[in-house]
């Protein structure tokens, strides 16, 4: 898992074309950039009585054993797994169990569904396009585990991405992950919930949805990022001790990162997905910048993405080109000790050190506008000095960079600067550093 760098493909939007085959054609791009895991979205048709907007959310499934034609084939998607394989990238499926479209194949069995006093069927949290699943059935159960066994049977797939986690008995989940193991030892499970109960038994990986919020209320509204760190360790009391959390910024139920929290602000909430423990999650053209819509309502409609923003925010892509294999090639950044360290202006700088036996790293990152001149408080390590990280891609270069680190020590630390939204990350070797006296460690 730690390994992980997930992106997320909205098919409908992804390309011009809408399609799976879209999706294929890109595989090679997604691997240069350093993805290793694809979540797609849901491919099954989608319903259209009570339908939200001109295309309906993918999440409004009206057969789960069925792919919609506007995006291909089983074939289609079949190719897609195999070329992904072909590249030693894992593919999990999106899925939402927790309800179906009103007009499901499902509904020939109403026995599925929930009901009011009435006895009529009704709609799961306010969402009026769906219908809500009845998990104290035992047929239900065990149509929702069949099919997916047969997702992962039939096309080969890694696991899945599972919508609306936290409002499907967890007891469901334990049940299903015996089954699915049964079939794929190694299968992959995540969440969309930030519920402890669900990572004992049943998950591998949920949502750090936590830390997105605190991200909004920094970086948006100008909150201390000193909350950043309490909203840590407000998480590591809460789950058990080795559970993973997908670190998310963006993704297709939030206005773009890019608009939320402009272009610099986007790739310091980046930066701290990628060098937080946790396992990072781009998002359908985040990696160039793109800013087109989504969220509700333009979740029910189409807006591909505009793989033009690479030229008109190539700061976006020359980051997101060096900090990838950065932490692929850091031990310390994929599992090293978190310790927090103070700073000279916590209001707006977040500054903390990833260590492992190999090497410890610094991160520093400026969350606001405003540039920061001060010093950090962080002990010198005998004779060792620190070295700066380059987060700038070979000139020229649109392939993956090997990260550098620059030839001469940094003399000038604990004294450092920040521009407005910048990332600064600096090396050195061996195993974490004494911190000085008010750096305080993430507690475990």
């Known amino acids: 898992m730690d390994q992980a760098v997930i992106y997320e493909i909205f098919p409908r939007d992804f390309s011009s074309d809408g399609t799976l085959n879209a999706v294929t054609a890109k595989l090679t791009t997604l691997h240069t950039l350093g993805v290793n895991v694809l ?34 084939t089983k074939a289609d998607f079949k190719h897609l797994v195999e ?52 998990y104290d059935n035992p047929a239900l159960r065990q149509y929702m585990i069949q099919m997916f066994t047969y997702w992962l049977k039939t096309f080969n797939l890694d696991g899945f991405r599972c919508d609306a986690a936290g409002f499907v008995p967890t007891s469901f989940w334990e049940q299903l992950r015996p089954v699915l193991q049964a079939v794929r ?49 407000e998480q590591m009391a809460r789950f058990p001790r080795g559970a993973a959390h997908m670190l998310i910024s963006d993704d297709h139920d939030e206005q773009r990162a890019t608009v939320r929290y402009g272009t610099g602000g986007a790739i310091a ?72 360290l103070h700073n000279s202006d916590e ?45 700038a891609p070979a000139a020229g270069s649109r392939r993956r960079s090997a990260t550098t680190v620059t030839d001469s020590p940094v003399m000038a630390l604990p004294v450092l600067s920040l521009d407005a939204f910048q990332v600064r990350i600096f090396r050195r070797s061996g195993s974490r550093p004494a911190a000085a006296a008010c750096a305080h460690e993430t507690p475990r």
């Not at 491919?43 to 919609?68: C, E, K, M, N, Q």
């Not at 499901?104 to 009011?116: G, K, L």
């Not at 190539?314 to 090293?336: C, D, E, K, M, N």
């Not at 400026?366 to 390590?381: D, Q, Y």
Request: without cysteine; glycine residues 6%; hydrophobic residues 45%.
């Open 39 to 72: 979540w797609i979205m849901p491919v099954h048709p989608i319903g259209v009585l009570r339908r939200l907007g001109p295309l309906g959310s993918p999440y409004a499934a009206r057969d789960f054993y069925a792919i919609d034609p506007a995006l291909g």
């Open 83 to 134: 070329a992904a394989h072909a590249l030693s990238m894992r593919v999990i499926l999106d899925i939402a169990a927790d309800h179906t479209a009103w007009d499901s194949v499902m509904m020939a069995h109403p026995e599925f569904y929930t009901h009011d006093a009435a006895g009529r069927i009704i709609s799961p949290h306010g969402w009026s396009d769906v219908a809500g699943l009845n």
């Open 185 to 233: 030892p190694d299968v992959l499970l995540l969440a969309e919930a930030s519920k402890p109960e669900l990572m004992t038994k049943a998950f591998d990986l949920d949502y750090a949805w936590p830390l997105l919020a605190t991200f909004n209320e920094v970086i948006e509204h100008g909150k201390s990022a000193t909350a950043i760190e309490a909203t840590w360790n």
């Open 269 to 340: 909430a980046s930066a701290l997905a990628f060098t937080l423990p946790g396992v990072p999650m781009l998002y359908n053209g985040m990696e160039v910048g793109d800013a087109t819509p989504s969220g509700a309502p333009a979740l029910f409609d189409k807006f591909h993405l505009y793989w033009g923003s690479e030229e008109q925010r190539p700061q976006v892509a020359a980051f997101y080109r060096a900090l990838i294999p950065l932490r692929a090639s850091s031990t310390a950044l994929r599992h090293g000790d978190l310790i927090w």
């Open 347 to 391: 209001q707006h700088v977040i500054s903390f050190t990833r260590s492992s036996p190999e090497e410890t790293d610094l991160v520093t990152v400026n969350l606001s506008n405003t540039p920061f001149r001060g010093s950090i408080e962080v002990a010198t390590h005998g004779n060792q000095a620190w070295r700066e990280v380059s987060l």
